[in-house]
């Protein structure tokens, strides 16, 4: 047929006459049709054709037009079905007897030619009916545009579904879907197919449909192919997923698992459907990830423990994209990875442990025959061995979460999930070791004592920040509050501070995490640092104008302490008796006058455990300055009269100045034990001092600094024991009168409160600062009822009333 001679009209005039013998106008419509299927449709006379179906449509035949031509189509279907698809129909595979000879060779090749077959045909037909569709295009405009009906096209696309891939002899279609199943396999299995043949194949079965309504949802490859495709895909999986696990390890699984996803993704867009991606993803998602998933994470020897200690940032992403996969919320990831992060933080704290018994060892066997002295010693050693465990232990810490938090950047795309996992792993771990909050309380102090010294700005702020992530997991930051005032007040008293800044910043950061309730005492022990600045140079400078009771050669520097803000303990000069040399009682009783004077109503207690003070003294000829403690200055002072060759024994010592037992010999070891500052010498010679010693000026002391700290306690070690339990004390104290106090101000504000609303108010008004025991929020209650607080509700024996 020429179809270049151009559009088609309609006739122009009128039929000569109202009658058409539709036989005679069929059968030359009919032999145009198979001359079109023959091939030969280039002598057609296309205005022909077309006139004799309009004219049969225009006479009312448009009926038995219709109806004639797809039993025509559905002959020439059947014949095509017989001829040309039947001889190459795969009957191997169709029974699935594929044993014979080299099975995947003749399969794929004989499967290959029932496709290009069955391609062929298909494309003829499309072929043929468009050129139908051209002819007959005035009974789809009129005829069944009136009834109703499928077009020509849509019908007789229909008829190849039912003549050709439904034949009731020879089933091709179920042969089409298992040699596609089957070619699909043996790309699975590593062969190379034809893709393009296989991909025609699935157009033809995405163009038919069940039904001439053609819906989407009733594609033939939906309703025929796909199924049985997701089927056969779930038992390879299924198999290939047990193979798996038997023969490699987590990380061959992990990747064979992502390549197969890759491949399924390339051959739903390359060979199959679009429409079967999700659907085949969700079948490897099942068979290969979610059934297999927890047996390959806890694989001994390269598992998911394997990994995380490992660094292994890529198999763990792999693992991280692939659960994802089945379950949103990664719930076994983070299990599992939550156990193994708790397991080694307890493995730290476990160290620390055996760290902190082997530094009491180490300490025991350091006693002398003076059992009071060797105590002290003893103990002191302890605590300052404990003090490097305790940066030890923060350091591995750091440590652990850098490490964590690398792998959650790298490996888990920064899962907000994870992070919160995270975050309770750690506070889990954190807080099952008790000295935690001592501990990270020590690592800041070592840090702003010297570890910021020579760092940038930024450099301080991301150590800083580190302090502060760990001070977020501790849930008993009451405690964390007592160590850390107890440190800073050190620093700041013995001026042990790299930077005022940094140790303002970090309170910032404190103040920034859990409000000013927290730091207000902290900002008011720098407040009286600025106070008591000032007062002393108001002071100093009124002595030089009266000249009244100064001594040339003393100079006073006091630091005027609020004692709520600061953790000074005891109740004054009771509690830290001294005698001091006249000259310093002097210009003692001269700032307690002064200050008195401008304050009155308040007391003044003078803490000569807590202060410092800088003496000049001459050894061979050389001038040195020392700095010692206030205790070290009373001591060195009461040998300043007496000659070379005069001792004074320990007990002559302690009754001139009456300082304790305990802090006389730690300072006594300072000022004649530590080699670099022995400027006294103690017989006999030992580590230890002892109450039979007795004590002289080392007329022989050199030093090649002119300036010499003469330390005693360290200003950030660690509690002893009994510091300790007294600490505990008052933190238990501490927390019976915060509850208290929490407990009257629910029933002021309430007035009447059962006791289940009242415990969780009082639990959630305390979580910021500690976790509230129940028993101690019970005793608290029954206390408060004792002392008429509160009252049980007369017949609700679990309802409190306010007692105004």
């Given at each position: 047929m020429n179809r270049s001679r151009g559009k088609i009209r309609p006739p122009r005039r009128g039929l000569a006459t109202d009658h058409v013998d539709f036989d005679e106008y069929w059968e030359v419509l009919a032999q145009s049709l198979r001359e079109i299927y023959a091939k030969n449709a280039s002598h057609l006379s296309f205005e022909e054709v077309y006139r004799n179906a309009y004219k049969l449509v225009l006479k009312k035949h448009g009926d038995r037009l219709y109806g004639n031509v797809k039993k025509l189509v559905g002959e020439h279907l059947q014949t095509v079905a017989v001829r040309d698809v039947k001889p190459l129909l795969p009957s191997s595979i169709v029974t699935g007897d594929v044993s014979f000879g080299t099975a995947t060779t003749e399969r794929r090749t004989v499967g290959t030619k029932f496709l290009e077959r069955l391609k062929f045909v298909w494309e003829d037909h499309q072929l043929c009916m468009g050129m139908m569709k051209e002819v007959l295009m005035y009974m789809d405009r009129v005829f069944c545009a009136d009834h109703k009906i499928p077009s020509i096209y849509v019908a007789c696309m229909g008829l190849f579904r039912d003549h050709v891939l439904r034949h009731p002899e020879y089933n091709i279609g179920t042969a089409l879907n298992s040699v596609i199943m089957d070619q699909i396999k043996m790309e699975r299995d590593g062969d190379i197919i034809n893709r393009a043949t296989i991909r025609a194949c699935v157009y033809m079965l995405e163009g038919l449909y069940e039904t001439e309504e053609e819906l989407e949802d009733q594609k033939v490859y939906l309703t025929s192919f796909e199924k049985n495709f997701l089927l056969a895909s779930e038992v390879f999986y299924q198999k290939e997923g047990e193979q798996l696990l038997r023969d490699c390890d987590a990380t061959t699984y992990l990747r064979k698992v992502d390549k197969r996803l890759k491949e399924e993704y390339s051959r739903c867009h390359d060979t199959l459907s679009v429409l079967t991606e999700p659907k085949i993803m969700e079948v490897v998602d099942q068979q290969l990830i979610d059934a297999n998933i927890n047996d390959v994470m806890e694989m001994e020897g390269s598992g998911l423990q394997f990994m995380l200690d490992n660094d292994r940032y890529e198999d763990l992403k792999l693992v991280y994209d692939l659960i994802s996969r089945v379950d949103s919320a990664k719930r076994s990831l983070k299990k599992k990875m939550c156990a193994r992060l708790v397991t080694m933080g307890k493995e730290i704290n476990r160290a620390v442990s055996t760290q902190q018994?082997?530094?009491?060892?180490?300490?025991?066997?350091?006693?002398?025959?003076?059992?009071?002295?060797?105590?002290?010693?003893?103990?002191?050693?302890?605590?300052?061995?404990?003090?490097?465990?305790?940066?030890?232990?923060?350091?591995?810490?750091?440590?652990?979460?850098?490490?964590?938090?690398?792998?959650w950047e790298r490996s888990f795309d920064k899962d907000k999930g994870i992070q919160a996992a995270m975050t309770r792993a750690f506070t889990d771990f954190i807080n099952d070791f008790d000295r935690s909050p001592e501990f990270i309380s020590l690592f800041i102090d070592e840090n702003l004592r010297k570890g910021l010294k020579g760092k940038t700005e930024s450099e301080v702020d991301v150590v800083l920040d580190k302090a502060l992530t760990l001070f977020r997991y501790i849930s008993d930051k009451d405690v964390f509050e007592r160590y850390y005032k107890k440190h800073l007040s050190r620093r700041l008293l013995m001026n042990r501070s790299v930077s005022h800044d940094a140790e303002k910043q970090m309170i910032g950061k404190f103040k920034m995490e859990v409000g000013f309730a927290f730091t207000g005492k902290f900002e008011g022990m720098f407040k009286d640092m600025n106070i008591s600045e000032e007062m002393t140079s108001e002071f100093k400078r009124l002595l030089q104008e009266s000249n009244s009771n100064y001594k040339k050669g003393v100079e006073l520097s006091v630091q005027i302490l609020t004692s709520t803000f600061w953790p000074v303990g005891g109740s004054g000069t009771n509690d830290h008796p001294c005698v001091y040399p006249p000259e310093i009682?002097?210009?003692?009783?001269?700032?307690?006058?002064?200050?008195?004077?401008?304050?009155?109503?308040?007391?003044?207690?003078?803490?000569?455990?807590?202060?410092?003070?800088?003496?000049?003294?001459?050894?061979k000829g050389k001038k040195h300055e020392l700095n010692v403690t206030t205790y070290g200055m009373v001591i060195l002072m009461a040998f300043r009269d007496l000659r070379p060759e005069e001792v004074l024994s320990f007990e002559e010592i302690q009754t001139i100045t009456s300082i304790p037992e305990q802090d006389l010999v730690r300072n006594l070891q300072a000022l004649a034990v530590a080699p670099k500052t022995r400027v006294l010498i103690k017989k006999p010679m030992s580590r230890d001092v002892r109450l039979t010693d007795v004590f002289a000026v080392n007329e022989e002391f050199s030093s090649k600094f002119m300036r010499i700290r003469i330390g005693v306690v360290a200003t950030n070690r660690a509690e002893t024991e009994q510091e300790r339990r007294d600490t505990d004390e008052k933190t238990e104290r501490y927390r019976g009168a915060t509850i208290e106090a929490a407990l009257v101000r629910i029933m002021k504000q309430r007035k009447l409160i059962?006791?289940?609303?009242?415990?969780?108010?009082?639990?959630?008004?305390?979580?910021?600062?500690?976790?509230?025991?129940?028993?101690?929020?019970?005793?608290?209650?029954?206390?408060l009822m004792e002392r008429e607080y509160m009252e049980r509700a007369e017949g609700e024996r679990q309802v409190y009333h306010y007692i105004a």
């Open positions: 018994i082997s530094a009491v060892s180490g300490a025991d066997g350091a006693g002398g025959s003076s059992k009071s002295s060797a105590a002290v010693v003893s103990e002191e050693k302890v605590a300052n061995n404990i003090t490097v465990v305790a940066i030890r232990w923060v350091d591995e810490v750091l440590a652990l979460k850098d490490k964590y938090e690398s792998i009682r002097a210009i003692r009783d001269s700032f307690t006058k002064y200050y008195l004077d401008r304050h009155s109503g308040r007391k003044l207690d003078w803490r000569p455990d807590m202060g410092t003070a800088d003496i000049r003294a001459t050894f059962s006791h289940t609303e009242l415990v969780n108010e009082v639990l959630t008004q305390m979580g910021s600062r500690f976790n509230p025991d129940l028993t101690m929020v019970k005793k608290r209650i029954e206390s």
